[in-house]
């Protein structure tokens, strides 16, 4: 059977590449437990946890080449965007209405506009979030200016979608030569942003966040230019790596260890640079997007993965990583609510919460895969998907 034929059903996995996208997710909710802590960028602890969106750009783009880039001979773009729908948007709905059921929950200082949002616009923001509809500043219920005001995480499946969208009727025909310059040129925007070279002057109103990658979550137009920028690079270089199939590293012994070593330090060093040199920081964003993440792509997918536990490990990983990144963030939202009501509380009882809010955030996604993900996905693939593309 040749690789035209297989069933996508039947490839074997990059066992590895998921069991990293699991070690990222669970340190994105570390670091957005920390950051209720945090007064800004330069001192929230695992200060680089944000660059977790930009890995996990770059796997998305692999996964989705090697996915269905020899299947366009027998797919259209509507199948294609029928299957990213029941792959993707199942747990989207889920983590919103969990937004909702917490969001009364998470009237913290900063959000007052919680107490002030009646029932039927928290069901209308309910529904468009659902249906992934971005809301605009004018429609923000929390005070955030976030697309989901019930799920700020959702903001990076949005740009998901737009690159699946983008590949689907572009990127997909381009030949590796194309490919090669499209991912060439769109380093420039991971520079500016990183840089803060600001050449739109779109960048201007980010004080807060100079010389980082943050942003992209919400829809005025900084916001939508940070998403860019923080998009086509990585997913395109993803895509890219794994086009260029020659390009591996193969780290014969250790190779799930020392992915996630390098992967876990990209995402927890410090602010670098200081006050004097803040730029240095920017470098490091840069670095890690252009170089260190590809890399650590190519050893993942050009690795073995030795050892029946490990494996089962890296599985358990990739299997909650998606859910656990889109059902958290409610949970940090009523973080944020109890630490700022209790903040007079011994530290171990704030560990305690916070321990508490990852240990049950793990559990959400076990549960969320097991009992609503996977039932609902194998139906809706019975009932929208040909036998024959299965």
């Not at 937004?99 to 998470?106: I, K, R, V």
């Not at 050009?302 to 299997?319: E, H």
Request: charged share 15%; glycine share 6%; proline share 5%.
């Amino acid at each position: 059977m040749t690789s035209e034929t297989i069933p996508l059903s039947s490839k074997p996995r990059f066992e590895i590449l998921d069991g990293l996208r699991g070690v990222a997710a669970m340190i994105v909710v570390a670091f957005h437990l920390f950051e209720t802590y945090s007064s800004g960028p330069s001192d929230q602890i695992l200060n680089h946890g944000y660059l977790a969106v930009d890995f996990f750009f770059v796997l998305s783009g692999f996964v989705i080449g090697y996915a269905y880039d020899d299947r366009w001979n027998r797919m259209t773009s509507w199948d294609f965007f029928k299957r990213r729908l029941i792959r993707l948007q199942p747990m989207v709905i889920l983590g919103t209405l969990i937004g909702a059921f917490w969001f009364y929950f998470s009237a913290a200082p900063g959000f007052e506009l919680v107490m002030q949002t009646p029932w039927w616009k928290l069901l209308l923001i309910m529904i468009l979030g659902c249906i992934m509809f971005p809301t605009p500043p004018s429609m923000d219920i929390r005070g955030w200016q976030e697309i989901n005001s019930l799920n700020g995480a959702q903001w990076s499946l949005l740009w998901e979608y737009i690159a699946n969208i983008f590949y689907a009727l572009f990127v997909r025909r381009f030949s590796i030569a194309v490919l090669i310059v499209f991912v060439f040129l769109s380093a420039f925007l991971t520079i500016d942003l990183s840089m803060n070279l600001d050449v739109t002057g779109l960048l201007a109103v980010r004080d807060y966040a100079k010389y980082t990658v943050i942003g992209g979550f919400g829809l005025t137009p900084d916001q939508i230019y940070i998403g860019i920028c923080r998009l086509l690079y990585p997913f395109f270089m993803g895509l890219l790596l794994y086009r260029l199939s020659k390009f591996r590293i193969n780290l014969k012994r250790g190779a799930m260890i020392w992915c996630s070593l390098a992967v876990v330090a990209t995402l927890v060093t410090p602010h670098v640079g200081g006050e004097s040199h803040p730029w240095v920081n920017g470098l490091y964003c840069a670095v890690v997007i252009l170089l260190v993440y590809p890399a650590i792509v190519v050893a993942g997918a050009g690795s073995p993965l030795k050892g029946r536990k490990t494996t089962a490990f890296c599985k358990f990983l990739g299997m909650i990583s998606y859910p656990l990144y889109i059902t958290h963030y409610p949970m940090i939202y009523v973080q944020m609510n109890w630490a700022a009501q209790h903040a007079d509380a011994p530290l171990g009882t704030h560990i305690w919460v916070a321990v508490s809010i990852f240990v049950a955030s793990i559990a959400v996604a076990y549960a969320s895969v097991k009992v609503y993900d996977l039932p609902v996905r194998a139906w809706l693939s019975k009932r929208f998907l040909q036998t024959n593309q299965k």
